[in-house]
């Protein structure tokens, strides 16, 4: 028998699964999509004979923001993958969650010229998917961080703590 970290009473295992699942998506396409701009726009750069420089102080920090960020995302996204997993093993007999824990949204298209006007398509585009997948995931976190906070499990309370942080961030509230 399989030792769990999170305690998920079976009549919560599938409505926590769900949530888990939909926040675990968000996170995974705030991920990609990160990394797709990221790719085109390093493109942009050598493109134009320019390596995005690290000596810059205003890229030092704007890179460790970024940096930060993203191990926060990476860091809860796997916890979140840890309780979906907890959750599906304790789904009572006969439930079954036939969905996948995690779906993929297509990337955008991006130019495949360079130019101003595409450098401002990326930009807008980067921008819109990024408060999109935030978004989206909130929307399935929040439930799943009140839901966690109501168990008997510690653990499930703690994170429900973290991802509550991370709702809070992610909308601006203080």
């Excluded at 704007?62 to 979140?80: D, G, K």
């Excluded at 935030?134 to 439930?143: D, E, I, V, Y």
Aim: charged content about 25%; proline content about 6%.
């Amino acid at each position: 028998m399989a030792v769990l970290r999170f305690h998920v009473p079976p009549e919560h295992a599938l409505l926590t699964l769900a949530d888990a699942s939909g926040g675990l998506s968000a996170l995974f396409d705030f991920d990609a999509h990160t990394e797709h701009h990221v790719a085109w726009l390093s493109e942009a750069a050598a493109a134009f004979g320019e390596a995005i420089s690290t000596d810059d102080d205003e890229i030092k920090d704007a890179r460790a923001l970024a940096n930060s960020q993203t191990e926060t995302v990476r860091a809860l996204r796997t916890e979140i993958a840890e309780l979906a997993a907890d959750a599906e093993s304790q789904l009572p007999e006969g439930v079954r969650y036939d969905i996948p824990i995690v779906t993929a949204q297509p990337l955008p298209t991006l130019p495949d010229t360079l130019g101003p006007p595409e450098l401002l398509h990326v930009e807008k585009s980067f921008k819109r998917g990024m408060a999109t997948h935030l978004l989206s995931a909130t929307q399935s976190l929040g439930p799943l961080a009140e839901r966690l906070a109501g168990f008997e499990d510690e653990e499930c309370r703690q994170l429900a703590e973290r991802i509550a942080s991370f709702v809070v961030a992610v909308r601006g509230g203080g």
